[in-house]
């Protein structure tokens, strides 16, 4: 009897514990909205535990729920208490997940510390105003059934969807990122990319709201919602499961890849005038044996190093150049470097964030940053900022490259480049004005290094490989302070330096998967599928 009576009154205590928020006002809404939000990130890299996203998104059925009892069903309060609930929701969930972003104010404190709260509090102050904006929209579709599951992945889909793309976007760290990192799962966005992912990822982790709140005149367990997310989960799964073991990987004959991460801190040391011993340590570490087959350069057939590898720039070095020709030996060098156009007669040319190919000692071909990351590579709104004191975050200001374009590199099939910041941006990594031919690989270069040991650059790994996965194409990651990797054309990491490590990665280039769904028919899968959700929800409020 004891037992019983322990087990009833565990169920009764779970059963209340939706009242129990539904019913929260003030401080006590807020703070259960903030702390839901930031177990959240915990479904995000490193960690990748997928069923914390269930935190934030059951707790989103019944913060709405809430809102009910604020006003009139078609009145302003509902959706005023909606949004609020939404705002401290995504606060928490963005200050849990993007606060390593300090991390980059200290790299030059002197500079740029009075900017920490900003990146620390600010940036996620502004990102939650979408999901305050997918909560008013959800509850505008809302209904007392399981369906209204399907208004807020409407309502949350669409406001990820306008993160992604407003103010040149932000779609980092989306709802979906919970499935992307959980292993089988992941292979969905082959099918309907990042902003599928979070319209899937939505319905799965809210739906344990409807079993455990028993709906007026539903069962437990009997409801809609629960029954389709399940099925939803099991599928996606099996998928994931059948086109990974139905596929292994093959690589591309004669080449040989050799990755170069040296972790060099961003600090007063990166200065032109310590650029000579720069690329000494460069050459060095390049030249590396890591075993009997691999003695150095002259085993590979292409050296790549990171992101803005140089405080200098690289084609008005001619000893740099001659240098680094001697020690290639024939092989092929593509690294990252700022690149300058138009300069001369007193006048400044335009600077270029870029990735350059480098043959003995001539650059033959190169690729400039298209999308640049605001405050960091360019002051966004800058006749009203600059005035008010706000500057950009790092030294120099650069310009915009002529893109979407490829890059071709000797010895090498048709390259997607992708430097830092912009193999976060669905869709838009094998973008293309290469004639209607499709790249046959991402390459990824980047300096994570302004982040230190933090979960930052594990989040932006995390998010280069799922766009391996969307567009079937092998990714060549190279990081100055990590992660460094090659991943193959379904998101399998084959070979890695852990962050914060010093080294080389020998591995060759695997061949890319068959053109995926998603890298065909991307632009038309967030639409319908919204669509359908939008529909389903009405359904639910009709019924109401």
């Known amino acids: 009897m004891t037992q019983t009576a322990a087990l009833t009154g565990a169920l009764t205590g779970l059963r209340s514990f939706p009242q129990r928020i539904i019913l929260a006002d003030g401080w006590v809404r807020r703070g259960v909205a903030f702390g839901c939000g930031a177990l959240g990130a915990l479904a995000l890299p490193p960690f990748d535990f997928a069923p914390a996203m269930a935190a934030p998104l059951t707790a989103a059925v019944w913060l709405i729920d809430g809102s009910a009892a604020r006003g009139a069903r078609f009145g302003l309060a509902p959706l005023i208490s909606a949004a609020s609930a939404g705002w401290w929701l995504g606060f928490g969930y963005f200050l849990a997940g993007l606060w390593w972003l300090g991390a980059a104010m200290l790299v030059e404190a002197d500079q740029f510390a009075w900017a ?59 709802f979906g990122m919970a499935l992307a990192g959980a292993g089988p799962l992941g292979q969905a966005a082959s099918l309907i990319g990042l902003h599928g992912l979070d319209l899937a990822a939505i319905v799965i982790f809210s739906a344990p709201a409807t079993i455990v709140d028993r709906p007026t005149g539903q069962r437990n367990f009997a409801n809609g919602a629960a029954r389709v997310a399940a099925v939803l989960l099991i599928a996606i799964l099996a998928f994931g499961v059948f086109r990974l073991a139905r596929n292994e990987t093959e690589f591309v004959e004669g080449v040989k890849l050799r990755l170069m991460q040296p972790n060099l801190p961003q600090d007063a040391k990166f200065r032109p005038e310590n ?217 399998r990491t084959l070979e890695s330096l852990p962050l914060g490590e010093e080294g080389v990665i020998d591995g060759r280039l695997p061949k890319p998967a068959p053109e995926t769904f998603f890298a065909r028919h991307g632009s038309l899968v967030f639409p319908i599928l919204w669509g359908l959700l939008v529909v389903v929800a009405g359904i639910g409020r009709w019924r109401d």
């Open 116 to 174: 920490l709260p900003l990146a620390v509090l600010g940036l996620p102050a502004a990102l939650a105003l979408f999901p305050a904006l997918g909560f008013a929209f959800s509850r505008l579709l809302w209904s007392s059934g399981s369906l209204r599951v399907f208004a807020l992945a409407a309502g949350l889909g669409a406001s990820e969807w306008l993160r992604g793309h407003v103010l040149t976007g932000f779609p980092w760290n989306d």
């Open 275 to 491: 650029g000579a011993e720069i690329l000494r340590h460069y050459l060095a570490l390049s030249d590396r044996a890591t075993g009997p087959g691999r003695t150095g350069v002259a085993d590979v057939t292409h050296l790549i190093w990171p992101e803005s590898a140089f405080p200098y720039v690289l084609s008005r070095e001619p000893q740099a150049l001659s240098a680094i020709a001697r020690a290639m030996q024939g092989k092929t060098l593509i690294t990252g470097a700022a690149r300058v156009e138009g300069d001369g007669g007193g006048r400044r040319g335009k600077i270029f964030n870029s990735i350059e190919v480098l043959q003995g000692d001539r650059i033959v071909s190169f690729y400039d940053k298209t999308h640049l990351v605001p405050f960091g590579e360019y002051l966004p709104l800058e006749g009203l900022l600059r005035p008010l004191g706000v500057s950009h975050l790092v030294p120099g200001i650069w310009d915009q490259g002529q893109g979407p374009r490829g890059l071709s590199a000797p010895g090498l099939p048709a390259i997607a480049p992708l430097i830092c910041y912009e193999a976060i941006f669905p869709g838009e990594a094998a973008a293309r004005d290469r004639g209607g031919d499709r790249p046959q690989l991402l390459l990824n270069l980047t300096n994570d290094g302004w982040f230190g040991k933090t979960t930052g650059p594990y989040q932006h790994f995390g998010q280069a490989r799922l766009r391996a996965i969307e567009e079937g194409l092998p990714l060549i990651r190279v990081a100055n302070t990590g992660i460094s990797a090659i991943v193959d054309a379904y998101g």
